[in-house]
Nanobody, 110 residues
Framework: HVQLVESGGGSVQAGGSLTLSCAAS????????MGWYRQAPGKERELVSS??????TTYADSVKGRFTISRENNRRLYLQMNTLKTEDTAVYYC??????WGQGTQVTVS
């Protein structure tokens, strides 16, 4: 069983920064990709960024140049978010192996 716990969400003014963290515990899950999704009120969940075990990253067009994903092996995942916009307001979820999900952390940009 894998448990993912996000932290680092909060409220920030537009133009500000936040860093989200995700800590993985429980059974190891081998060489897995990890990523961040988000879901804004009334909208579908969307992939924000992903990173393979080898470090290859992807970003949604809406966050390119502003967000940076990084990881420490299979145990910690980060999302550095800069120049935040009101449209970044959402619940952010950490995902591993495409099937293990965290409980989410709220990011509110005003």
């Amino acid at each position: 069983h894998v448990q993912l716990v996000e932290s680092g969400g909060g409220s920030v003014q537009a133009g500000g920064s936040l860093t989200l963290s995700c800590a993985a515990s429980g059974s190891t899950f081998g060489i897995c990709g990890m990523g961040w999704y988000r879901q804004a009120p009334g909208k579908e969940r969307e992939l924000v960024s992903s990173i393979t075990y080898g470090g290859t990253t992807t970003y949604a067009d809406s966050v390119k140049g502003r967000f940076t994903i990084s990881r420490e092996n299979n145990r910690r995942l980060y999302l550095q978010m800069n120049t935040l916009k009101t449209e970044d307001t959402a619940v952010y979820y950490c995902v591993a192996c495409g099937r293990f999900w965290g409980q989410g952390t709220q990011v509110t940009v005003s």
